[in-house]
């Protein structure tokens, strides 16, 4: 009788000699196929190069315009255009281009707040403009600035008492001949914002120039009911006295209304789960809101002598002010089994009328060729 295996009987097959060398020749031929190069498929080779959008160093590190390797400090100067293609509108957004740079406390409709290596800056001490110091307790629009400097690390060389996260400094737009430029975007939120850049020189040796740039904005987010409103207005001119010597001036309005936006907050002594909260709610909607309100005038003369031999001399004087109204609310448990319900109190704290005004000069002059002095002497 013919025996056949049983199905869980399991069979090994022998190869014979003949059958290993067969094998072992064409493994040994594909992989000499492999690694013998072919001009019909090898791909010719494409190197792209493109001018970098940001700078490794920045005016506010007061260092000159040395190289950034040449300098022991770090800092970033993102340009307009840099700005403009990261769609950064406010301040909030420049975690967008660095990322050692992220929020500090940025809620719907209220003053943005930055952190820097981990250390949140302070609003009244962490912030220039033009190299001079101004309080960020207010929204700042960056329809007419040139550039953003953020400088990271301990800055009290450059700014005395302050965070040790860095500096943020903004540079405004000057004019620099003719300009023509129309701005209008909208986004999925319904956030629509529009403004002009017009810029222009004239006069016999074109000596006068002048720089205007206006928005308004349409104020809204992914949260119910948190319509607001935006406005900016600002000018600068220049005047060339001589060659080497100029007297800058600008000034910028600004207006922001906008209800702010509370968080949700702890159910108790429960985290709540992101699936169960809908983004779009809004806990501050209220009969008896009210909006948090911005309005700030800020402006600054500047004087600027080339006096050769590598000198040159820049006087500044600034000024700024603010006046603001805030209703930014929080939550309260009535109590905290009430609370672990979802059932929530709001508080809010209105700061009905709350100016600030800060001013501030600068002379500083420089010698151009500074890598010079650093040589030794022979």
Known sequence: MRRFPSPTTHRHLALSPLAVAACSLCLSLGVQAQNTPDDASTLPSVGVTAAAKRQAKASIAGLGDGPAWQQPVQAQTFSEEMLKDAQVTRLADLTKLDASVSDGYNTIGYIDTLTVRGFVLDNAYNYRREGLPISAETRIGLENKAAVEVFKGTSGIQ??????????NFLVKRPEGRVRSATFSVDNTGDAMSA???GDRFGERRQWGVRVNAAIERLNSHVDDSEGHRRLAAVAVDHVFAPGQVLEAEIEHSFASQPSIPGFSMLGTNLPSAS????????NNQPWTQPSQFRGTTATIRLKNDWGQSWRSTVTYGAQYLKSKTAPPSLQAVTPRVFTTGIV????????TSARMTRAAQRAPSWRNWKAALKPVA
């Open 345 to 352: 109190r709001t508080a809010v704290l209105t700061s009905t």
């Open 159 to 168: 700014a005395g008492v302050s965070s040790p996260g860095g500096l943020v």
């Open 276 to 283: 169960s909260i809908d983004p779009s709610i809004n806990l």
């Open 196 to 198: 002009v850049d017009l």
